[in-house]
């Protein structure tokens, strides 16, 4: 309900008519949409909720006589995916939406969320569930947000190779597509420290073979460090103001230096930001965006918390982790996958 129905700002719906449409019968595809955002609005989770729901008082709010009922609405909606392009829909409303906010859109949030199957009619995967601390069958949709939380869109993906291969992909050249004000491929030649724009993920993504296939397309990673055994000396660190996405700012203790990301006989050189708890704890960030100053990479680092307030936000109001439909299909392909044993 929630990827269908979106507004963002001022900008509303843009053109349903060209991507989803139903034959001429009293629901409409217009009216469909209303009534989910209403629904949203009303916390109303699943078309089942409307059995709890006068349907003349929640027609009247779509400018209709009476609501349809939960069988009708499946139906309708199953119509509207299946005959339209809903597909085509999201990537021109994500487009909108980044075309809007262009200083955010240059800094990406990219984070699966794994949503727990318990049924028996398929034979998923398992994966870790960190919610959960238990590796559960289920499908993971890689959410790519702004740093206020706000989606651009999802992918979903039922068998899948881990974060970095639906980021190279699947993602990135939608993002290419799609990102505002990207530097031109003259600006690009003229200086090689110069980055498109900003993918921010967590330490999964924190590996020399994702970065340096980032920065083959000029495309700046950022993440944690992992495994960090060594200590900086205090003294090299100092107090700075880091601005906070959204407004506001905070004051950190931070040091940098340029050090190099390995695989074997290849490295690449990365800036590697540290800050200094009051526990003397250090929290290391890596990044290949060689022209951001130190106090924005740990603002925009520490900003990653805002994806899983979405996440913990959306499936408290919004039944994140339901089912769309009911029923399974089989794979039309032959997948590599982990062995179960």
Not at 112 to 131: D, F, K
Not at 262 to 278: A, F, W, Y
Request: charged share 25%; aromatic share 8%; glycine share 8%.
């Amino acid at each position: 309900m929630a990827k269908l129905f979106a507004v963002h700002g001022d900008e509303g719906i843009l053109c349903p008519a060209e991507h989803l449409s139903l034959p001429s019968e009293f629901y409409s595809a217009m009216h469909i949409l209303v009534l989910m955002g209403f629904m949203a609005l009303g916390r109303i989770r699943r078309p089942e909720g409307l059995r709890h729901v006068p349907p003349g008082e929640l027609g009247k709010v779509v400018g209709l006589d009476r609501a349809p009922e939960v069988r009708t609405l499946r139906k309708k909606v199953e119509k509207m995916a299946t005959s339209g392009t809903p597909d085509q829909w999201q990537r021109d409303l994500s487009k909108t939406w980044m075309e809007a906010d262009p200083q955010e859109a240059g800094y990406l949030y990219l984070d699966g969320h794994v949503r727990v199957y318990h049924g028996t009619q398929a034979n998923l995967l398992r994966r870790y569930v960190t919610r959960e601390r238990l590796c559960l069958r289920g499908t993971t949709d890689y959410w790519v947000n702004d740093a206020i939380g706000r989606p651009f869109f999802v992918v979903s993906k039922t068998v899948n190779d881990g974060l970095a291969s639906t980021l190279l992909d699947e993602i990135v050249p939608e993002l290419i597509k799609s990102v505002p004000r990207q530097p031109t491929e003259a600006e690009l030649a003229a200086d090689p420290l110069l980055h498109r724009f900003v993918v921010i993920f967590d330490r999964e993504g924190s590996t020399h073979e994702l970065l340096s296939q980032l920065w083959k397309q000029r495309i700046a990673g950022m993440t944690y460090r992992k495994a960090v055994k060594d200590v900086w000396p205090e003294s090299e660190f100092s107090e700075v103001i880091v601005p906070v996405p959204g407004g506001g700012s905070t004051v950190m203790k931070i040091a940098t230096r340029k050090t190099f990301i390995t695989s074997g006989k290849n490295s690449l050189p990365v800036h590697e930001i540290r800050r200094l708890t009051k526990t003397k704890h250090q929290t290391a960030i890596i990044t290949t965006a060689y022209h951001l100053p130190q106090e924005v990479v740990a603002g925009r680092m520490f900003a990653r918390w805002c994806q899983e307030n979405f996440f913990g936000y959306m499936m408290e109001h919004y039944d994140f982790d339901g089912l769309v439909q009911y029923g399974s299909e089989a794979l039309t392909s032959t997948l590599l996958v982990v062995n179960p044993a």
